[in-house]
Each structure stands twice: as C-alpha cells, then as structure tokens.
C-alpha cells in the first residue's frame, strides 16, 4: 500500500519513445523513398543524400561540441529530408550549404530541437531556392533512367510535369506513382513515400488529420479549378496529388511534431491550410509548385491555431476580453 500518492513535476504521463527512437522510426521510413531515388536516378543521388546527411550531422556535432555526430538522429533526419527536396544532382557546394542552414537557421538559432518553429528542411530548401534559384527551377530536372546505377543524369534533364499542361500530359499517372519522372529524388514515387507514411502511422507518429486535410484540399481545388486539362476534373484533381511534393509534404513535412498543432481539430485546419496555400501558388502564384511555402506559412500561425483549438481546462476561468 505503499507509494499510493506520489507527487512529481510534470510531465505525468510518460511514454516508452524516445527522441532516437523516433527519428530512427524516420529514416525507416524514408528507407524505400530512399531506395527508390537511386533506382530512379542512379548514384549521384546517393552521393547527394550522403552529402546532405554527413553534413547536417557534422554541423550540429559542432555548433552543440559533441563528439557523437549522429545523437538522437535528428539531425541525418534533417539531412535525409533536405535531400529530398533537392534535384538528383544539384552542385555539392548548394548541397551543403542548405543542410548547415536547415541546421543552424532552422534549427539551433531557435534552441534547437522541440523549439524550432519552422520545419528545418523546409527553411533550407527555401533559402537555396531564394539565393541559387537556377539550380532549382526550370528545365534543370534530370529525367530517371530507372535501375542504371552509373547513368549520367545531368545530360538529359527537362521540366517538371507541374511546368505547364504540355509537361503534366507527357506522363500518366502510374509514371507519377512509381515515380518515373523528371523531379526532385525523393518527391517522385508516391508508392514509396505511401509505404514510409503507413510505417510512421502504424508507429503511431503521425496523425491522420494533416495528410487527410492537405491531400483532400489538393485534390478538391485541382479538379475544381483545374480545368480538367488532365482527361477530366477527376484525373487533373489526382495529377495534383501525384504530382510535385504533395505526398511527401502531406507525410514527411507537415506532420512534424514540433512545429504544427497539438489539437485534433488543429491538425486538420493546419493540413487544410497547407493544400489550400499549395493549390493558390500553384494556380495563380509565380512558383510552379507551393509545398515548402505552403507548409513555412502555416508553421508560422501554427500557435494562433493553438491558442483557438486547445480545450478550456476543467475548472478552469474564462479570460476576459
């Protein structure tokens, strides 16, 4: 009968996950998108993973002067996530200097991990779109030369499908599901990234409610508003999904612990807000594609949807106006 009343700080109710855990859970899950990029596009998309990886992990040892550089593996997350954002073969130097700024800009400047407000990867895809943009728009995209390891992708390269109707109508959808097309390594199969967003839902790691509300809104404006170029307003709603960095923002990006709501009902209004951000850059925006925009945005009023979703404790005092 002992220990009946025992009083601690908070938290009170504790889980057998660790911060490692997690994120070992993550780059599980990245596993086959990760495969699936060499597949596609050959060795120079391994080296830029590599890179990515080695360096996100590199500049956090040092800006934390820890002697472990993979630590609780947020870090080769971050690196793993940035690369995949990236073209197949992007220059090394562009590589690098966007993993340390995920870190240091995305991620240390703010106290590091659990207080960042943005989604690290994101913050350094949109600085080296900002500053080396020719490296990251236009017909730069390399085309897949599917289970040639040593095939030399930079010679053909071409424009993504979401550069134009002429683009979009040269693949077909099952292209866009395996992943057969011109784009960034690890936003192009979406059979890929389905498998690694069932392993982190099955973990228990992501919340229905933002994929759900991202792709949904995605799909709904694209078939609305779409034009229905694609065969129909259905078909042209589904190249919307399929196509660009949807899937992989709706699994890998937006469902960031850290840096979206706490609430169910949030959640969902965050992945609304992001499939609704996404579709206007894309529709009427200079971008041809609003992913990482998008998700930065919502990111920012993730504590305004906090503030109006949390529940009112019980007992708790109204406050006043």
Known sequence: MENKFVVSSSPHIRHSDSV??????????????????????????????????????????????????????????????????????????????????????????????????????????????????????????????????????SAVTTASPLAGQEEALAVSLTQLFIGNVAGCIGETSALALLLGGIWLYYKGHIDWRIPVGFIGVVFLMGAIFGGGFYSGHFLTGLFHVLAGGVILGALFMATDMVTTPVTPAGKLIFGIGCGLITMLIRFWGTLPEGVTFAILIMNAVTPIIDRFTVPQQFGGVKKSA
Request: hydrophobic share 60%.
């Open 20 to 153: 490692q855990s997690v994120m070992t859970d993550v780059l599980i899950a990245l596993f086959p998108v990760a495969v699936m990029a060499v597949l596609l596009f050959g060795y120079k998309a391994l080296i830029t993973m590599i890179i990515s990886v080695v360096t996100a992990m590199i500049v956090e040892a040092v800006w934390l002067r820890k002697g472990n550089i993979f630590g609780d593996g947020s870090a080769a997350v971050t690196g793993l996530l940035f690369a995949m954002v990236l073209p197949p073969s992007p220059p090394w130097w562009l590589v690098v200097a966007g993993a340390a700024s995920a870190i240091i800009i995305g991620k240390q400047v703010f106290g590091g991990i659990g207080y960042n407000i943005f989604n690290p990867a994101l913050v350094g895809r949109a600085i080296v779109v900002v500053s080396w943009g020719g490296h990251m728009a236009g017909r730069i995209w390399s085309q897949p030369d599917p289970f040639n390891f040593m095939a030399d992708i």
